[in-house]
C-alpha cells in the first residue's frame, strides 16, 4: 500500500536526482556546501525553514556545473573504501591501521578543545612543518555564534581559535574551489559525508589528489538542526541578538554547554544532560538516519571521543580530555607517528572493546542498507551506497535492528520527515 501511495512505477524505484532542487527535496541534502563552490555566484547557502543547512540556485545553473555537482554529491550517491589490501576491515569502524587513544600535548590545546585537541594538534602541526599551506575547516560565525561558517586557516593559532565541536548545521566545502584554484597544498577537517564528497570530486578533478594531501574527520552522530540552539537560548531567557558565545562543548572535557550575553552573563547546561533532556534531544536531518558512515571511513584519520570508561559504560565527570585515533590510510598512518615524533600528540593503548562500549550509537550505520531499501520500495529518491560491504553489515547488524531500521525509514516517510524546502 505505501508503495501505491507514494509511486506510480510499478518497480517502485523512483527518477535520480537532477538538480540540487531533486536532493533537498527528497531529504537526501547533508548541506556540505560543495554544489555552491561548483557552482559560485550561482548556488548558495542557507538556513531553510526546517532549520538545516540547504543550497537555493538564484539563477539557470551551467548544465556542465550541474553535472558535476550531481557526479559528486553525497546526497546522490557515496562510495566506500571497500576492502584495501594489507588492512584490518572491523564490520563497523571500516578499515582500521591503527588505533590508539590520544591527545594533544599542548595543555591549552588540549583544554580548549571538544575532547583530547586530536584534530587541532593535527591541524597545527600539518601548519607549523610545511606540510600544507591551509586548513580548510569550521568555526563559530562571528555574528550569530549559534551558526557554524565555513573557514581557512593559515596560522597555527587560527586553528585553534576554530577549535572545539559544532554540532549544528554547516557548509565546510563552500571554500574548497577557492584553495582549489589558490594552487597551494591545504588539508581538509570536516564531517564524514564531506570527506565523501571530495573524494568524489577527485574522481573528475585531478587537483583534489595534488593539492589535499589529508582529509580527517570526527565519528559524527548526525547533524540537527538550528533549532535546537534556539530552544536552548528560549531555555534560558536569551534573547539571540544579545548572544556573543554558543559554544557546545569544551574548555574542558567534556565541557558544557555554554551561553554568553553581551553583559557578561554566562548560561551552562552540562554533558551530557543538555544533549540527553527530551526538549533538547537530537533533531537530526533526514539523511544522517539513513547514513552508511559515520564514522569516516574514506578520511585518512578519522578522531571520535576516547570516553573513560566505568562498568562498560562512558564517564561524563570532568577530565583530562582524551582522543581515540582511528587510522586509516597510508598517508594517516606516517602524518600521525610525524605529529607524535614532534610532541605535538600523546598516545597511549586502546582495545577493540573499548571502543565499542564508547560509541554503540554508531552500530546503526550498519543497518543503513535497510533504510535504502525501503526508501527504494516507497518510491522514494535515495542515494546510491558503493564499497561499505553491505552483506557484511546486514550480517553484523542482526535482524532486529534490520527490521527496525526498515520499519523506522518508512515510518519517517510516512510523517514527511524526508521532504525538506529550500532557503
Known amino acids: 500500500m505505501a508503495c501505491k501511495q507514494f509511486s506510480r512505477n510499478r518497480r517502485c524505484f523512483a527518477t535520480p536526482a537532477r538538480n540540487v532542487e531533486d536532493v533537498v527535496g527528497a531529504g537526501l541534502c547533508t548541506g556540505c556546501g560543495l554544489c555552491a563552490s561548483i557552482a559560485d555566484g550561482t548556488i548558495s547557502m542557507g538556513i531553510n525553514i526546517e532549520g538545516n543547512m540547504r543550497p537555493l540556485a538564484r539563477g539557470e545553473v551551467a548544465a556542465e556545473d550541474n553535472d558535476r555537482i550531481m557526479a559528486v554529491c553525497p546526497g546522490v550517491s557515496v562510495r566506500g ?21 590520544s591527545w594533544s600535548r599542548e595543555p591549552n590545546v588540549r583544554h580548549k578543545g571538544a575532547a583530547g585537541g586530536t584534530l587541532t594538534a593535527l591541524g597545527r602541526y600539518l601548519l607549523t612543518s610545511g606540510r600544507v599551506h591551509s586548513i580548510l575547516h569550521v568555526r563559530a560565525d562571528d555574528r550569530k555564534p549559534w551558526l557554524t561558517r565555513s573557514t581557512i586557516s593559515r596560522t597555527p593559532d587560527e586553528v585553534l581559535r576554530g577549535a572545539q565541536s559544532r554540532y549544528g548545521p554547516s557548509s565546510p566545502l563552500v571554500d574548497l574551489h577557492r584553495l582549489l584554484d589558490e594552487g597551494k597544498r591545504f588539508a581538509l577537517i570536516a564531517k564524514p559525508c564531506d570527506i565523501s564528497a571530495v ?3 577527485g574522481c573528475v578533478d585531478a587537483r583534489v589528489q595534488r593539492l589535499i594531501p589529508y582529509m580527517l ?5 548526525g547533524v540537527h538542526s538550528v533549532h535546537i540552539a534556539k530552544a536552548v537560548m528560549r531555555h534560558h531567557g536569551v534573547d539571540e541578538l544579545d548572544v556573543v558565545l554558543y559554544r557546545y562543548r569544551g574548555e574542558g572535557w567534556p565541557g558544557s554547554l555554554r551561553v554568553q550575553t553581551r553583559d557578561g552573563t554566562v548560561y551552562d547546561l552540562p554533558y551530557p544532560g543538555a544533549w540527553h533532556m527530551g526538549k533538547f534531544a537530537y533533531e537530526l536531518q533526514f539523511r544522517c538516519k539513513i547514513c552508511p558512515d559515520g564514522v569516516g571511513e574514506v578520511a585518512d584519520i578519522s578522531v571520535p571521543d576516547g570516553w573513560i570508561l566505568r562498568n562498560g559504560m562512558p564517564v561524563y565527570a570532568e577530565a583530562p ?10 598517508a594517516g598512518e606516517e602524518l ?49 551506497v558503493f564499497g561499505y560491504r553491505t552483506s557484511e553489515s ?20 510516512l510523517a514527511g520527515e524526508n521532504r525538506e524546502h529550500l532557503i
Open 217 to 221: 574527520t570526527i565519528f559524527c552522530g
Open 199 to 201: 573524494r568524489a570530486l
Open 336 to 384: 600521525l607517528h610525524a605529529a607524535i615524533d614532534a610532541g605535538y600528540l600523546g598516545v597511549a593503548p586502546v582495545s577493540g572493546v573499548e571502543i565499542e562500549q564508547m560509541h554503540t550509537s554508531h552500530y546503526r550505520k550498519v543497518a543503513a542498507p535497510a533504510a535504502l531499501f525501503a526508501l527504494r520500495l516507497m518510491g522514494q529518491r535515495t542515494t546510491k
Open 394 to 413: 546486514l550480517k553484523w547488524a542482526g535482524a532486529r535492528s534490520i527490521f527496525c531500521q526498515f520499519l523506522g525509514t518508512i515510518r519517517r516517510v
Open 81 to 101: 573504501p571497500g576492502r584495501p589490501q594489507g588492512v584490518t576491515i572491523h564490520p563497523v569502524w571500516g578499515p582500521v591501521r591503527e588505533i590508539h587513544r
Open 321 to 330: 580530555g582524551v582522543n581515540v585515533v582511528v587510522v586509516r590510510t597510508a
